[in-house]
């Protein structure tokens, strides 16, 4: 019970790597918000699992304030922050209209932007206590190197990447840890439809073949779930991860460590 | 490069040799280096030493030899390297020796004895480091490991000897070179081998010795002047692209 008495909300919380880590909070004793579009989110089936749901766009500031306004109301605190919500076009720039463009921005940035910012007082408030606030970005190992046909999205996470060290350095005085987790393949909804999609994934080819094809490409010849991601995020969240602040943390079962494979 | 001196080791041959001719080329006196004698085909005007740079008395003499016959030098290109195929499990002490002395001593010792007088008079030092220094290749430990030597090397010698000595490394990918061209001979299916390794380089096509010479010429020209303590990639796009391009499966 690593984050007993901690207050947390996550964004993208009834998503596939979002609910992981709602579901590892409560187990941890933390008090959580599941904030996403809708009580369902991304997944086919949603359990219920104790958390509090707060229906809200992150890209939507009246949304975003309002959300906040409630922590503020219920609890006057907030501990931890995970910025989950994300999206995903796969498309190259030339195909990517600007529309999907700016949403993919207004998502995986101007998202973690704005919930970011309005947190922070809530965040100073639970830094008060004596332990550090946590606050977690999402990533990628696409904002490091790229997947084709996923040019908006690969930008987005490089600039989420910069973003985490900029407010890791800002609010580091104020006892606000910040740090971001960039996964590589996770099963999540995201990825399988990476799988079946038409630009960049299957394009018709066997999905099975292709998963167990890119399982054999990592070292550890799988790809992760997201409780993987979960342990991390649970671990940056909770004091144990005190001295830890500004980092991009890759979790992707060594897919990076190596050059690409040629097949010899 | 006129009137500039400049030694390259391991210019015997690959991207070595591309370096010494591009640099001739360019106008510069140039001393080689390799362990044994002359090869047949040496770059016309280049002079050839015979020097093992993980010795560190023939790293002394090579920079004599250049400074005596060519005046002082102001280029030292560390090219010389070579790799043992293994895990760490599998490297016995030769491997360790072997790897280690030249790939790594002997940057050291040829930095050193080119410092002597570069230190204060000025000077430029390349390094070819790997991407393999930065992401591992399978079975290639002792390597992968020495590559990361020369880069965090690179830094140092950066920091601490600027302002009068530049020193950048060259990340090169994959150069088809004659080591390269074995690889691909050996595979169960070359051409197939050979497709899929393309498929993976954004540019299309795999490097040429002469792509590391055009980026030692660039850090070796006054149009670098203000880039030093960096390591250049030089992979026609390989590691900025996942491992995991679907497409190729």
Redesign the interface.
Known sequence: MKLQGKIALVTGGRGGIGRAIVARFMREGATVFAADLTEQGSLAEHDKDGSRFIGMDVADETQVRAAMDRVQADFGKLDILVNAAGIEIEKSIEDTTLEEWNRSFAVNVTGTFLTSKYALPLMREAAKSGTSASLINFGS??GF????GLAAYCATKGAVHALTRAMACDHGPEGIRVNAVCPG?IDTPMLQS??TGEG????G?NID??QQ??RD?HPLRTYGTPEDIANLVNWLASDESRYASGQLWVLDGG?????????? | MDNHTAIVTGGSRGIGRAIVARLVADGANVVTCGRGPAPDDLVEGAVWVQADVSMTADADRLIHEANTRFGRVTLLVNNAGVQVEKTVAESNDDDWNLVMNVNCKGVFNMCRAALSDMAEEGGNIINIGS??GM????SMALYNASKAFVHGLTRSIAVDHGPAVRCNAIRPG?IMTEMAED??A??NDPD??MA??LA?HPVGRMGKPEDIANMVAWLASDQSAYVSGTCFTVDGG??????????L?
Do not use: E
Request: charged fraction near 10%; hydrophobic fraction near 50%.
């Open positions: 190992y696409d190197i790229a997947d084709p393949y990476f799988f960049s994934g299957g394009g080819g073949t292709l094809a890119v490409v897919l990076t460590a190596q050059v690409q494979q040629m097949r010899l | 991407i393999s992401v591992a290749d399978p994959w690889g691909f050996l595979a197939k081998a899929d390794a993976r390989m590691t900025a692209a996942s491992p995991l391009n679907p497409g499966f």
